[in-house]
């Protein structure tokens, strides 16, 4: 009676009740993922238990059982119903074995991790001492995670960010002002580089790329005195060089011009999930369920080139996934 989606088990695995989690910092799409969980796992005749606060409820047995019900009118909101943490006592051994009794005085056979890198750290742990199925779904608007063109999350982070762009270029272009728009992306540039394409930034600075303050000062006043009296510069908050606020200054020394700082912050982890995340973190959601059914664990569902894959957890946090530098030189032509 069963269909199945993604995964063709040859033999299916004989869980019949799974944990679900969220993990690390929030992304929009998480709820829809959820959702996609509860309902495959149901579908296919497995019990779910969500596990409040990540790893934190995971240590506390702080669990709770999920019927249909309880993941209807979720999938366009904001946030995670399962709360979440970024959880210390799990990365020491002691900590883990807490939660491990409580997974197994639950009767919980498999689990479902979403998250980003520091969950799937935890959750390969997780696998490797208790023998205990994961699977990992890739929710962390920074994009940083190999083994997935897109993780759940990112499109709206970047939509939302474009949207504040949008109305910061309006008081810029109003007062001949430089403004340097600090987004979000951890440790890498792929939120700074989208929202800086589709926004028209003058200039783009990210972790991966080294920034050289002296060209950028000398572009910066040839473009003033060419009429050109407003210019976005989007700076990953991860840059090298230290932040917007320290690019400003630093510019602002050797230029002369005038310029003001906003840092996007958490704004861009809340709101609806956008169509794209929705659909992402359904299709995601129940290829997960499908992989612990057909007996995988210790890996990450991904979507690559539109098909949904498999990557070790361990590769999917510790290998570097590559950004399209092309992007950087399209932005620079089309802002000259
Ligand atoms: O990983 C998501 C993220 O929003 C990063 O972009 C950011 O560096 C970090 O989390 C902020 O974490 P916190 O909310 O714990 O300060």
Known sequence: MSTWLYAKPRKRASIK???VFTSGGDAPGMNACIRAVVRTAIYHGVEVIGIMRGYQGMIEGDFVHMDRMAVSNIIQTGGTILKTSRCKEFYYKA??????EKLRQAGIEGLVAIGGGGTFRGAHKLYVESGIPVIGVPA?????LYGTDYTIGFD???NTALDAIDRIR????AHGRIFWVEVMGRFRGFIATDVGVAGGAEAILIPEERTDIDKLA?????WHNMGKTSCIMVVAEGDEAGGAFQLARLIGEKTGLDSRVTVLGHIQRGGKPTARDRVLASKLGVAAVE????GEADKMVGEVNGKITLTPLEEAYSKRKPLDKSLLVLAQVLAT
């Open 170 to 173: 309006d008081t810029a272009i």
């Open 140 to 144: 962390t608007i920074d994009n940083d």
């Open 95 to 100: 900590g883990r074995m807490k939660a491990i």
């Open 17 to 19: 009740r799974i944990g």
């Open 218 to 222: 000398r572009e910066l006043l040839n």
């Open 291 to 294: 992989a612990l059914l057909a």
């Open 156 to 158: 709206t982070a970047i």
